[in-house]
Each structure stands twice: as C-alpha cells, then as structure tokens.
C-alpha cells in the first residue's frame, strides 16, 4: 500500500465544503469516489484544511493510502479526467508511510480579498467580499500585525469548533493594498486555525477599517476571549486556502 | 432628450451575446429594460461591439436618449442595483447630440486568452480557451504580426455578416506570453471587425502554435478571401472586447 499527497485547486461556490456531508456535494467526496473508481474499492482522503461552503483552495492538500500501482502522473491526469472543471488536482506526490495531510501539516496560509469599490467586477465578483464604503487600509494593517504571534484566540472561534486548546500562532499577518486601493488583501500563515478564525479575524479588520473600533485595540479583543467582543464573520467567498506548509519530505 | 454614453464591464457566460434574440437574455435586453424603468418609457441602447453568446466585455460602450433628468453618477448606481452582479456599468457620461456608441467609435480592442497547459485553472476555466498541447508562442506572434495592416479579411468572417466591404485594418495584432508561458494572450486593435473575425483569427493562430501551418503563410491566408483556407471558429469564453475607441468628445 502506497501512501500518496495531492495538491487542490478548488472554486468552493458550488460545494457544501472540504467535508462530506449528509446532503450536498463536497469536495472529499468528488475525490472519494473518483479514487474509488481506480482503486476498485472505498479510499479515505484526509484533507489538511476542511475550508467550509463556498471557501475556495489554491493550495489545499490530502492524503490517502492506495494498493493501485498507476504512477503519480497518470494517477493526476485520471482524477482530472473524472474531477469537475472547478476541482482540479495540480500535483500527486508518493509520501512517505504514516504521512497524514492534517497531522503532518507545519503551517498553513490563507487569504482573504477584500473589493473596496463600488462594485466587484463581473470576474471577480465570485471571489471576494466587496465593501462599497471606505476602509482605511493602513489602520487594519496595524490591527492585522498586533495580533501576529502566540495567543489564545478563542475570541475568534466560532461555535462548531471542538478542540482542546485555542492557543494558535500566528506566523505572518498580513494587510496589503493592491490595484491603486481597490483592493485589500489579508495574507495570515500560522501553525493552526480555530473554526471560521479567518474569516472572524477580517471581519473584525473591516471594523477597524471602517473606523467603528480602534486598530490598537484587537490585542484586547484576543485577550477578552469573548467571541462576542470580536467582528463578524467575513462572508466565505473572499477565502481561499493558499498552501499547506510541511517539513522536506 | 440627452445623448449618453456607458462603459461596461460583463461576463458573456449566461447571455446570448449582446444583441436581443426572440430567446434567452442579452445584455442590450437588461440594459434596454433597466433604462425603461428609469426612463418610464421604451429606451433603445446601441451597442458599440454586437459581443456574440459567451463573450465578455471589460470595456464595451453603449449609447441612449434619455429624457429624465437623474445625473450620471446616480444613473451608473440605478443601473448596477438593477442589472445582475456579472453585468456593471463602469461609467455613466454626457456625450454630444448625434454620438452614437457603434457608428461613431474609430477602433476597438478585443484581448483573446490561451491557456496553454494540461488544464485550466477553476478560478479561469470560464475566461480562457484551454489548450493542453505545446503551443509555438513565437511562430504566432509572427503570424499575428503579419497580417496587421489594411486587408481584405473575407478569409476569416463567418457566414451571418452582411457588410458591403471586407477590408479593415488592424492597427496591432500582437501575441504575447505570460505565467512563464502558461498563458498566451492575442491583442488586436483594429478600425472595425467582421463577423466572428477576432475568433477565426486565433483558430488560424493556434494552428500556426501546433506547427499544422507555417507562421508565413498568413499572408496568403488573408489574400485567398477563402474562408475554408482559414482556421477553425476559436471558442466565444476566451475573448474579451477589452475597449472602444473614439475621437475626444
């Protein structure tokens, strides 16, 4: 039995998310079934981010074992063969016995995209959250960059999530502006992220860039570990999984 | 009665192009009937490029009378908060009695996108025409150089136009390479278009990057005025009508 990593590329508007679910199609599930149509029999794919409904992947990642012999290549152009043209399996890799997309993962960076314009444009207008009114991109720089680091982030966890600790660091993060202020990104790596964390950190970032909470005080938000003292959460589409990080194989 | 003039930006993909059809929708049909509840009375909107099903726009222009009084900038927002998100218009100005967006436009711009890899990505796969064979960048952008100029360009319309003349000149034609090759993008700007020209010319073009003809032979091609010694009709999702020109108003 081999055991193989996949690299994902996912438009998430059309799925129920990462995770099968009871009704809806996810991705896990498009992926279950067009190995289990190569394999002959049920495959489990570990996925290493289960991004919700409507969150997109750039690089999401996953693991499975195989008893198929079909080579990496091969194995790549079958899944896209059988994939929707809004999944797409950029890499298959041989992994090393015991490696697991989740348990194995170091870091993963997201991203978020913010159209702060009058209108999303036709092209983009799937892919990000669009706030016509004016966001003061430097002060939700300085928010984003205070809560970089080691801390306790429950106030940004929203219900759902069901793990021991909430202590998550944060490697990078990140505000940047592009296309002349039109756009703002949020670019956030870290070791681990508490449900909806993301997107309840942008929302919170788009509070203080609509100047309706300082950005000096997101620290004290983390530290209140009050999910009620935090924003709201920003809508999925603007999200994407960018990459999943581990050490040399 | 004012004379105005749009811009706009639309993706093609759920339209029958941009001209009303007996079925389906078409972008002069939303425009047409926006501008009448505006207006409270029938509103005729000409277009500058009559853009065919699945093609988009980043920058088609169109033209009305219109006898209310409502300024421009509040005009653009009635409009985007009537029309779906992947139809917007980009401006709203005054233009002089007589402006007609088609007759008195001088060139046009339409951008093609090639994505010359095993498959198109999700976030794309409706923007590009995906080629998965190794393409000869360079031998196209000498074939698209080459028929830049004044010609007769019978060779490459489909059968439906009905014009008087077939010469037209194209002022540029230019093949480019981006993403590290992945991407090959054709630019032509020309003084006006035959029927489904832009798309016949990059069909002759692709055929030029598979090595299936000689990328001196377009030439000749253009001089047969036979549409059967030209390429194949390239798909409508990859071209974009990306601006119109005119003399300054």
């Known amino acids: 039995v081999r055991t193989l990593k996949l690299t994902l590329e996912y438009d998430g508007g059309a799925y129920v998310g990462w995770q099968r679910q009871a009704e809806g ?23 290493a981010g289960r991004t919700d409904a409507g969150v997109h992947a750039l690089g ?6 195989l008893a198929h012999a079909l080579d990496v290549d091969a194995l ?5 063969a ?9 890499a298959v890799e041989e992994a090393p016995p015991g490696f697991h997309a989740r348990f194995s993962a ?20 799937n892919y990000v959250w669009c706030i016509p009114h004016p966001l003061d991109a430097a002060a939700m720089a300085d928010a984003a960059a205070a809560i970089a680091g080691t801390h306790d982030f429950a106030a940004f966890q929203n219900t ?3 793990v021991e600790s909430t202590v998550r660091t944060l490697l990078t993060s990140i505000v940047q502006v592009d296309d002349g202020g039109r756009s703002i990104v949020y670019e956030v790596t870290g070791d681990g992220f508490l449900r909806q964390m993301v997107r309840t950190i942008v929302g919170t970032l788009v509070e203080v860039g609509a100047g309706r909470r300082p ?12 999910r009620s003292r935090a924003g709201p959460t920003a809508p999925a589409q ?5 990459a999943v990080h581990y050490d040399a194989m």
Request: a neutral charge.
């Open 106 to 125: 170091r870091a993963k960076t997201y991203r978020y995209l913010i159209a702060n314009a009058e209108f999303a444009s036709p092209f983009e207008r």
């Open 60 to 65: 999401q990642t996953a693991s499975f074992q």
């Open 215 to 226: 950005a000096g005080s997101l620290l004290e938000t983390v530290e209140s570990r009050d």
């Open 160 to 162: 759902g999530g069901a």
């Open 238 to 242: 603007g999200l994407f999984l960018v």
């Open 82 to 90: 059988t994939l929707p043209g809004d999944v797409r399996v950029t």
């Open 76 to 80: 790549r152009r079958a899944l896209n």
């Open 25 to 47: 199609v996810s991705i896990q599930g498009l992926l279950e079934e067009a190995l289990h149509r190569i394999e002959g029999g049920p495959v489990t794919v570990h996925g």
